[in-house]
């Protein structure tokens, strides 16, 4: 293989990304995989008072203290339950570790960048600054969601804004 | 390898090398100087300079050269010591210091300081001994100074005999790279005269004035000492010479001393040699561990404590059912036995002795007393105290500024003592102790004391609120109020009135607190209270509805079944509980943390008193469930602030607890009750800041 070849399949690969496709209700989200720590079951978690509905407390990995946030509640999902399939995903993002609990993770997915669309500007739940895009797989719709941002965001109530001190 | 690795390890070593020469320098005799001590003066100048010049920092080889040939004169008795000359030193030290810090944040050292201080040293050796040193551009291969005045001549062929002796150097097992870098040491210290061998070994003919041990204390900054072999080859046959090491060279003083008075100290010399393998092994049998590694240990073995309580519950659990088995209950105890050992060996780790805190305060003392013109003697006592080092770093800025303020509004001038019939010298005590749980360390002195008349004049001129019923202790405490400061006149050291209300601050961020006791007239004393370690907390564990919550158990008096008759309720919402004539505010800790299911009615709940910033509050609690060491785990590493909540902890099954904050707490249920009837909604809670005016 020629130097010039073996470049060119390094570069596509370089801008192939890998997403971690997990569903809310009945539809498909994914995440950037490199952000994923570990996936776990919803259990355990300590109620913190006063804290937004859907912040649903802290939980103990392995000796780190660790929020976990229910992302079904932050998008007004109606049909919030937990149950054996009720799974956590994880997270690392701005030093931190962040657990996000969705309703089931389906599949890793290798996305090329003409398979990942711009978001269209919608909906107030969720903004599209929190969107990385759309990724269009046959006929299934993925959205991908900038988990750094979302979870940074003054919304979140996640970690200390800044113009709150 | 890259020489970079080393830059670390050569800060750190100077920086002990420093502090052990200003501790000898503060510890010497200026009018009989023991030798041992200017030798190790000596040796810790000789090898930061031998060390800066390997890596290349010119300007603390420089300055640490000039020093180095000063000390060369005073251990050999040519330099007369006085107490300025001490005090130029140590003023050497310092700017060697901040010559180092500058090379280790990668800057320039400044240029001004060390040509002044070349200067005085220079000029110190030109006044002393009319000897010129060479100039500060010439460093390292200077010829030796002249053999002392008093030698007899067989000292002083001995003398010339080492001045010029040939050395072989053979370095075992060393990579090329860095064998390179030694052989340019090498030519530093005299003339290489002939070189060969390979990695495994390669020897050096060196000709040098350098003795053994100073050439092996440059070559450790490289390599090990047991890679180093140095053998004089032409001294070997003279008698004196003989304790020479012929063998992998020592790496202290022996030789050196023997220099001055050869045969005098020829037998000293050779016990000395003899007792330096057991002082070696003794250095090697601490580690240099980075504190996260330790922390990580902790947090692991945090973690095994967990499962084997969790193992524990399960045991006890088959045993209620009859299934237990004798061997696995005998392992779970022996494991449980074992795990806690292990918990103690690995806090202990983190305990370091308060010496290191202490060992500043001679030199701080020292140059305070120096300025404000004061005689001061000060004692240390309970040295070998064990704090948690996080704490000791941060005890040492607030207790510096106690030590400074007590030299300065305390201890009266000499001559005003000696008017009053007070010794001269003032005594300032700095002691520590354990107590209990707590460590307890004291700044005493002998002092003027408070005065209390004029320290509530003084709050009143400031517009403090005070009232002359106010009990001493409460007076007292006025002076940590910001911009508090009854000195006549600002000085250099304090009087500005900055800084008590930062110690005090920092040392409640400890978990800690400042109590002053004094009496006018015979001296101050302010002791600070602090926990052992800020990472593990005595708590109580209670439980409010299905939850479980923990109490510092500092924090808590007592606890008390509450009666309809000692409960008040006052302007509608608010609720008093009369305890022993004092009524309290109660804290339903149920309302305040929206805990659901919880017992409501006060009667049948239980009132704990507890204490926090110095006033006392009842919080109705549904049961209390015991006391319990917990480990401190922090909320706002991946999360934030929590209102009412300081810490978290992990408890016995894997669950979080959380660690509740009385002050925080008693803000909160302001804040929830001034919101008044009003739907309080989460978010506005969220956003409720800690440093809310209450």
């Known amino acids: 293989m020629s130097q010039a070849k073996n470049g060119a399949v390094l570069a596509a690969e370089a801008e192939n990304r890998e997403f971690l496709v997990f569903s809310l209700g009945d539809e498909e989200y994914a995440i950037d995989i490199l952000k994923v720590q570990e996936i776990r079951g919803y259990e355990n978690v300590t109620r913190i008072a006063n804290a937004p509905d859907f912040i649903k407390g802290v939980t103990n990995l392995r000796g780190v203290i660790v929020p976990i946030v229910d992302l079904r509640i932050k998008f007004h999902f109606d049909k919030v339950e937990y149950g054996g399939q009720t799974v956590v995903i994880v997270v690392n993002v701005a030093d931190r570790v962040v657990g996000i609990v969705v309703d089931g993770v389906s599949d890793v997915m290798t996305l090329t960048p003409d398979q990942i669309k711009p978001a269209p500007e919608f909906g107030v739940t969720l903004s599209s600054d929190f969107l990385s895009g759309l990724g269009s797989l046959d006929d299934r719709m993925l959205v991908l969601v900038d988990i750094d941002k979302l979870l940074t965001s003054d919304e979140m109530a996640l970690v200390e804004s800044t113009s709150n001190q | ?694």
Do not use: W
């Not at chain 2, 088995?325 to 202990?348: C, F, I, K």
């Open chain 2, 1 to 694: 390898m890259d020489i970079a690795d080393f830059f670390d390890t050569f800060f750190e070593e100077a920086e002990e090398l420093l502090s052990d020469m200003e501790q000898h320098l503060l510890e010497l005799d200026v009018d009989d100087p023991d030798s041992e001590q200017l030798n190790a003066i000596f040796r810790a100048a000789h090898s930061i300079k031998g060390g800066a010049g390997t890596f290349g920092f010119t300007v603390l080889q420089k300055t640490t050269h000039i020093l180095e040939n000063l000390l060369d004169y005073a251990r050999k008795g040519e330099l007369t010591l006085r107490a300025d000359l001490v005090d130029t030193f140590l003023e050497a030290k310092d700017i060697m210091h901040e010559q180092l810090d500058a090379y280790r944040s990668e800057e320039e050292p400044n240029q001004e300081a060390f040509e002044r201080i070349c200067q005085t040293l220079q000029q110190i050796a030109l006044d002393e001994i009319g000897q010129q040193l060479d100039g500060p551009a010439t460093p390292a291969a200077e010829p030796k100074a002249p053999p002392p005045s008093e030698n007899s001549a067989e000292a002083k062929s001995n003398q010339e005999k080492v001045a010029n002796s040939h050395l072989l150097v053979a370095l075992l097992n060393v990579a090329e790279k860095d064998r390179i870098l030694l052989v340019e040491e090498l030519e530093q210290l005299g003339e290489v005269q002939s070189q060969s061998g390979d990695e495994k070994r390669y020897e050096v003919i060196l000709k040098s004035s350098d003795s053994a041990d100073d050439i092996e204390a440059v070559m450790c900054f490289i390599i090990e000492a047991d890679q180093i072999e140095i053998t004089s080859i032409e001294g070997a046959a003279d008698t004196t010479a003989s304790t020479e090491p012929a063998a992998p060279a020592p790496s202290a003083p022996a030789p050196e001393m023997k220099l001055d008075k050869p045969a005098a100290k020829a037998a000293p010399a050779k016990e000395a040699a003899k007792e330096k393998p057991k002082k070696a092994a003794a250095e090697s049998s601490s580690i240099r561990v980075s504190v996260d590694k330790v922390d990580q240990i902790i947090n692991l073995v945090g973690e095994l404590i967990i499962t084997q309580s969790m193992l524990d519950q399960t045991v006890s659990d088959l045993e209620d059912q009859s299934v237990g088995n004798a061997s696995l209950q005998n392992g779970m105890s022996l494991l449980q036995r074992n795990a806690r050992d292990l918990q103690e060996a690995v806090m202990s780790i983190r305990m370091i002795p308060m010496e290191f805190v202490f060992s500043r305060f001679p030199r701080v003392v020292r140059d305070t007393a120096g300025k404000l013109g004061k005689e001061i003697e000060l004692i240390t006592e309970g040295k070998s105290t064990e704090l948690d080092k996080s704490l000791v770093e941060r005890i040492t800025d607030p207790l510096t500024h106690l030590v400074r303020n007590s030299l300065d509004h305390g201890v009266e001038m000499p001559d005003v003592r000696e008017a009053i019939g007070k010794p001269r010298i003032g005594k300032l005590t700095l002691s520590a102790r354990h107590q209990g749980g707590n460590i307890l360390i004291e700044v005493r002195d002998d002092g003027a004391g408070m005065d209390r008349d004029r320290l509530l004049a003084k709050a009143r001129e400031n517009g403090i609120s005070v009232s002359d019923t106010m009990t001493d202790e409460e007076v007292f405490q006025l002076i940590f109020a910001p911009g508090f400061s009854t000195a006549k006149e600002v000085t250099d050291v304090s009087g500005r009135g900055v800084g008590m209300d930062v110690v005090k601050r920092n040392i409640q961020s400890m978990g800690g607190r400042v109590e002053i006791q004094s009496k006018l007239g015979e001296g101050t004393n302010t002791r600070i209270v602090l926990p052992l370690t800020l990472a593990i907390l005595d708590g109580m564990s209670i439980k409010v509805g299905g939850e479980t919550f923990i109490l510092p158990l500092s924090t808590v008096l007592e606890s008390l079944q509450p009666s309809k008759d000692d409960m008040y309720a006052m302007a509608g919402d608010d609720v008093v509980i009369k305890v022993r004539d004092e009524y309290l505010p109660v804290i339903a800790i149920h309302e305040v943390l929206n805990v659901e299911n919880a017992i409501t009615d006060p009667t049948k709940s239980i009132a704990v008193i507890v204490q926090g910033e110095g006033r006392r509050y009842a919080m109705l609690v549904d049961e209390l469930i015991g006391q319990q060491q917990v480990v401190v785990k922090n909320l706002e590493d991946n999360y934030r602030k929590v209102p009412g909540i300081s810490a978290a902890t992990i408890l016995g099954d894997g669950s979080v607890a959380l660690i509740l904050d009385i002050t925080g707490l008693h803000r909160l249920s302001r804040y929830k009750k001034e919101a008044g009837k009003k739907v309080v909604n989460n978010q506005n809670l969220s956003s409720f800041k800690e440093a809310e005016p209450s």
